[in-house]
C-alpha cells in the first residue's frame, strides 16, 4: 500500500547510457514532482506536472524528459548519461499544486554513472 | 538569491535530551515554511508547516516558530528518542508560477545516542 513508488531502488550505469526512472503513485493525487539530491544533500526541483501538464520546468539539461502517461505515473528519461548525474533523484506529488498542499516523496532512486 | 541556511550541519546528543535546530531563509515571495524529517535511505516527511501569520507549530514532541521578520526558523526537539536519529531540513516555498516551488535547506544531521 506504498503512497509514493519508485523503481529501480538503484541504478548502477555506465557514461553515454540512455536510462528511465520510474514513478507511481495511489493517492490519486493531481500533482507529481521530480527533485534531485547532489551529494550535498540539496533537494532542488526539477519537473512539475500538475493534472498532466508541465507547469515547472527548472534549468535542467534538455537530456532529461519528464512523461507523464496519466495523473498516477511521472516517469523520468535519461539521456546520453554524465558523471554528474550521479545523485538520489526523489519523485513527489500532492493533492494540489497550491501553497497548503502537503508533497509527499518516494523513497528515491540513488543512480551512479560510472 | 533564494536560498535556506541550517545550522549545526551535525548534531549529536543523548537519548532523552533536549535540542533546538536552526533555519535562516532569504525565500521571496515566502508563502510558507516546513520542517521534513529525512530517515535514511528515505524521502522526506513532513513534521510541521507555518505560514507567515503563525509563530509556532506544534507536532508531538516537536515545536517549530517562525520569525518572518527576521526570516528565521527553528525546530525544538523534546525528549528525544533513537528513533529521532535522521535528517531535518528545513523547507521554505516560494510563491512561484501555479503555486509555488519549494527551496530545501541542506539539512541538520541528527544523531541520537543511547
Known amino acids: 500500500d506504498t503512497a509514493v513508488s519508485q523503481t529501480p531502488k538503484y541504478l548502477v550505469t555506465q557514461m553515454g547510457n540512455d536510462k528511465s526512472i520510474k514513478c507511481e503513485q495511489n493517492?490519486?493525487?493531481?500533482?507529481m514532482y521530480w527533485y534531485k539530491q547532489d551529494s550535498k544533500k540539496f533537494l532542488k526541483i526539477m519537473f512539475s506536472?500538475?493534472?498532466?501538464?508541465?507547469?515547472i520546468n527548472e534549468t535542467v539539461p534538455n537530456r532529461f524528459s519528464p512523461k507523464s502517461p496519466d495523473k498516477a505515473h511521472l516517469n523520468l528519461h535519461i539521456n546520453s548519461l554524465e558523471l554528474g548525474d550521479s545523485a538520489v533523484y526523489f519523485c513527489?506529488?500532492?493533492?494540489?499544486?497550491?501553497?497548503?498542499?502537503?508533497?509527499?516523496f518516494g523513497p528515491g532512486t540513488r543512480l551512479t554513472v560510472t | 538569491k533564494n536560498q535556506v541556511e541550517q545550522s549545526p550541519q551535525s548534531l549529536i546528543i543523548l537519548e532523552g535530551k533536549n535540542c533546538t535546530l536552526q533555519?535562516?531563509?532569504?525565500?521571496?515571495?515566502?508563502?510558507?515554511l516546513r520542517w521534513y524529517k529525512q530517515d535514511t535511505g528515505r524521502g522526506p516527511v513532513s513534521l510541521t508547516i507555518?505560514?507567515?501569520?503563525?509563530n509556532t507549530k506544534s507536532n508531538g514532541r516537536y515545536t517549530a516558530t517562525l520569525d518572518a521578520d527576521t526570516k528565521q526558523s527553528s525546530l525544538h526537539i523534546t525528549a528525544s528518542q533513537l528513533s529521532d536519529s535522521a535528517s531535518y531540513i528545513c523547507?521554505?516555498?516560494?510563491?512561484?508560477?501555479?503555486?509555488?516551488?519549494?527551496?530545501f535547506g541542506q539539512g541538520t544531521e541528527l544523531s541520537v545516542k543511547p
Open positions: 513527489a506529488s500532492s493533492q494540489g499544486a497550491g501553497p497548503s498542499y502537503e508533497q509527499y
Open positions: 493517492l490519486g493525487h493531481d500533482t
Open positions: 506536472y500538475n493534472n498532466k501538464e508541465l507547469i
Open positions: 533555519c535562516n531563509y532569504t525565500v521571496s515571495p515566502f508563502s510558507n
Open positions: 507555518m505560514t507567515f501569520s503563525e
Open positions: 523547507v521554505v516555498r516560494m510563491i512561484y508560477n501555479q503555486g509555488g516551488k519549494l527551496i
